[in-house]
């Protein structure tokens, strides 16, 4: 189908999603007219507040300088996630970074290069030696010194600050989802996408069964060649229209009910360029720093504690009072199709896991790209292109839900829903396959080179957890002993304790990007 044939571009449902649906649209069809619909009374769910780096290159691409978006969103850098008490010791904690790196100094250029490093040497000389990683994991330095991972250079760049830095590895953003939403509701209008101010009230079909119109409660009709559904819990249109199949993952994941809360920055405080997600007896707790303020909350099962007890339990591990300004309980799943006719939904519309690993925006981003990766199918008719999309989006799904369970597999034993928590699931097929694996040896990346097929994960995220978790026999590992020759614990600590002296502090990060750009 040619471009030409298509006049109307319309995007229902404001929010994060919708807005970079509707930015990502017009770079595609710069001539054609996008328009979102959203309505205030509905508002913005705002309790997911961190990304992926998959945002920062959907940013690139859409022409957004991070650094003005971090300006006006009161956003930091994220360069890990640090998990806290996922095991029998509750101060335990380990690092789940974007990429593992080690920077070198290059006598060719004078800055910092840097080179992959094979992550089982990490874990293992970690574990076994009973030596925190801290001492000479890059990530880990950055993160326990309020540190970020950019290096200032000379030669400035005015347009796009963030240019002025070498970044050293990936990282991402923590966001506020309401200032977030305005920004790039801005950003949007400036660039010629009209908003409309409503709710929809009926979506027209013709004979095809393919949306016609939208009519709207303040009595507008909206004729359109193509509808983005990113309607959020409500799934206006895949859900409630088209009635697509769900496909449940509670029995995997029975966490159902989040109970976020804002903490305010104390005074003089450092702000952390990581997220925390801490262990809590019937679930975790997210907790996420933004310049003014954290953005918090439980993520727990509610057929084992109640809403009442779970927020006392927060109380109790804070030691004051919190102020929920609301309540959203989910079913884990996605959509069977959420490509059906001429309309895709996105976002929470078409489907949503929970928010360990901030992965609902990056299956968002995800699917964006996949979807028009060839512009000119988008009115496509053609039952094997949306059969094989909504086919990958499901697998893609899937392995969300396999890395997340992923994480519940621990030691840790104060509570049932800790202690049961494989005999009260379905276990996915890839965990407890590992998991034998783990009795025998340690992974390696052919373990999973069928099943991560489509999968976002990769061997180093899985055995990230496994060593957080302390689950390997230690006595089994030992016969790894050999291969820990090649890793020079010295060297490794030394270049890691010179080059993190060359690195930025967040703080002065984020007041460089505000004060002089």
Same mark, same amino acid.
């Given at each position: ?9 319309v ?13 990502y ?8 007219? %996008? ?6 009374? &509905? ?7 961190a ?14 300088p991070?650094?003005d ?7 930091t850098?994220k360069?890990?996630?640090k ?6 010791k ?7 970074p ?8 290059s006598e060719q ?18 574990? &076994?030696?009973?030596?925190?990683m801290?001492?000479y ?8 010194n ?5 290096t200032?250079?000379?030669e ?6 963030i ?14 989802a309401?200032?977030l ?5 801005k950003v949007?209008?400036?660039r010629?996408?009209?908003? +409309?101010?409503?709710?929809?009230? /009926? ?13 709207? /409660? ?8 193509f %509808? ?13 229209k ?18 976020p ?6 005074e003089h /405080?450092k +702000?952390p360029?990581y997220?925390?997600?801490i ?18 909350g ?6 084992q ?5 779970a927020?006392?339990?927060?109380e109790n591990?804070l ?12 079913e884990?799943?996605?959509?069977k199709?959420?490509? +059906?006719k001429?309309?895709?939904a ?15 925006l990056? $299956?968002?981003?995800?699917?964006? $790209? ?5 512009k000119?199918?988008?009115l ?13 989006n ?7 839900v396999?890395y997340?369970?992923?994480?519940? %597999? ?17 276990t ?11 009795? /025998? ?7 999973f080179?069928?099943?991560?097929k ?10 990230? %957890?496994?060593f957080g ?5 230690? =006595? ?5 002993k050999?291969?820990? =020759? ?11 304790? $010179?080059n993190i $002296? ?7 990060f984020?007041?460089?990007?505000k004060?002089n750009?």
């Open positions: 189908m040619k471009n030409k044939h298509i006049n109307n571009l995007v229902v449902g404001g929010g994060t999603a919708g807005w970079l649906t509707a930015l649209t017009k770079v595609i069809f710069p001539d054609d007219n %996008v328009v979102l619909i959203e309505s205030k009374e &509905i508002g913005i769910l705002g309790a997911g507040e990304s992926t780096p998959n945002l920062i290159n959907a940013l690139d691409f859409l022409g957004i991070v650094s978006l971090i300006k006006h969103t009161n956003a850098i360069t890990t996630a998990f806290t008490g996922w095991s029998n509750n101060e335990d904690y380990f690092y789940h974007f990429e593992y790196l080690i920077p070198e100094i250029n004078g800055y910092l290069d840097s080179f992959n490093l094979d992550t089982n040497l990490f874990h293992l000389y970690s574990y &076994i030696n009973n030596i925190s801290d001492e994991c890059f990530i880990n330095k950055i993160c326990n309020n540190k970020v991972p950019f200032k250079i000379t400035f760049n005015n347009i796009n600050p240019l002025n830095y070498n970044q050293l590895g990936a990282w991402s953003l923590n966001f506020d309401k200032l939403a305005d920004y790039l509701s949007a209008q400036n010629g996408i009209k908003r +409309i101010e409503s709710k929809v009230k /009926e979506i027209n079909l013709n004979q095809d069964e393919e949306i016609s119109n939208l009519l709207l /409660e303040n009595g507008l009709c909206i004729d359109v060649d %509808v983005f559904d990113c309607t959020g819990f409500a799934r206006l249109i895949i859900g409630k088209y009635l697509s199949k769900w496909i449940s993952y509670k029995d995997y994941l029975p966490t159902n009910k989040a109970l809360f804002f903490l305010n920055n104390k /405080e +702000i360029s997220i925390e997600a262990a809590m007896d019937y679930g975790w707790m997210w907790k996420t720093p933004l310049q003014n303020r954290y953005g918090c439980y993520v727990f099962d509610n057929n504690i109640s809403v009442d007890d927020k006392i339990e927060i591990k030691g004051f009072e919190i102020f929920p300004p609301k309540l959203f309980s989910f884990p799943g996605t959509y199709e959420i490509w +059906i001429n309309c895709l996105l976002g929470l519309s078409a489907g949503f896991v929970e928010p360990l690993e901030a992965t609902s990056m $299956q968002t981003i995800f699917n964006l $790209q996949k979807f028009f990766t060839n000119h199918n988008i496509t008719k053609n039952k094997f292109i949306k059969d094989n999309f909504n086919y990958n499901e697998i893609s799904s899937f392995s969300i396999e997340i369970y992923w994480h519940y %597999v621990t030691n840790k034993e104060n509570t049932l829903f800790w202690k049961n928590f494989i005999q009260n699931t379905k996915p097929e890839l965990i407890t396959n590992i998991l034998e694996i783990n009795k /025998e040896r340690i992974l390696v990346q052919s373990d080179f069928s099943t991560l489509g999968s976002h994960f990769n061997t180093e995220d899985y055995l990230c %957890v496994l978790h302390k689950l390997p026999n230690k =006595q089994l590992l030992k016969k790894y050999r291969e820990l =020759q090649y890793f020079n614990k010295t060297h490794t600590n030394l270049i890691t304790t $010179q $002296q060359k690195t930025i502090s967040h703080d002065l984020l007041e460089d990007l004060n750009y």
